[in-house]
């Protein structure tokens, strides 16, 4: 007959073992499962020529000066945000590469590499990084690109955490944009 590891233990020492295993949570150790990948819907834009994937619960905000079309989603907490910007006017003469730098000049970041990526048959110039916005630390990530006559920079924003967090949900987004051609009627 087998005898218990735990009956060879001076009771003291057993009722402490207890005790500590009362006391201490259950997942103190465990590492925690990411969150889980929201719903994404796909948005065709006419105004764009662009079809893109975003989560079903973003809330969007359109936004137009002499110099932009900003379409902005935000995520329910408000701590990530995708910008679909549009340049025209003065800015629509930048170029893709002076478009990621004026947008990584904003958060205090004069230099940034730039690289050259290409999804869904769109070529963009992309960055990532972190800086500074109006006091908050914030990661972005950040592609341009000439389409169909006009400047095109998005880019997600997200506290560390968030950006941490979620990066293959934001990566899911910024990778999701692709070239629509809005069907027109038959004659």
């Known amino acids: 007959m087998k005898k218990s590891l735990f009956a060879a233990l001076p009771a003291?020492?057993?009722l402490m073992l207890l005790l500590l295993l009362l006391?201490?949570?259950?997942?103190?150790?465990?590492?925690?499962?990411?969150?889980?990948?929201?719903?994404?819907?796909?948005?065709?834009?006419?105004?764009y020529e662009l079809s893109y994937r975003i989560p079903a619960?973003?809330?969007q905000v359109r936004q137009a000066t002499d110099t932009t079309v900003t379409l902005t989603y935000l995520s329910p907490d408000?701590?990530?945000?995708?910008?679909?910007?549009?340049?025209?006017?003065?800015?629509?003469?930048?170029?893709?590469?002076q478009a990621l730098f004026q947008l990584t000049e904003s958060f205090g970041v004069p230099v940034n590499k730039q690289y050259a990526t290409r999804y869904n048959r769109l070529d963009f110039l992309e960055t990532t990084g972190s800086g500074q916005?109006?006091?908050?630390?914030l990661r972005y990530d950040a592609l341009a690109a000439r389409h169909?006559?006009?400047v095109l920079l998005v880019y997600a924003l997200a506290t560390p955490d968030a950006f941490m967090n979620h990066e293959a949900l934001?990566?899911?987004?910024?990778?999701?944009?692709?070239?629509?051609?809005?069907?027109t009627g038959r004659r």
Do not use: C
Not at 27 to 47: C, N, R
Not at 170 to 183: E, G, I, M, T
């Open 23 to 47: 006391i201490s949570p259950p997942a103190a150790h465990a590492q925690q499962a990411p969150p889980p990948v929201p719903t994404l819907d796909i948005v065709h834009s006419a105004d």
């Open 170 to 183: 934001l990566n899911q987004v910024l990778h999701s944009f692709a070239d629509y051609r809005p069907k």
């Open 148 to 150: 169909r006559g006009h």
């Open 78 to 97: 408000e701590t990530m945000t995708l910008f679909i910007v549009k340049l025209r006017g003065a800015a629509g003469r930048f170029t893709p590469a």
């Open 57 to 59: 619960a973003w809330r």
């Open 12 to 14: 003291p020492m057993l």
């Open 133 to 137: 916005r109006q006091g908050r630390t």
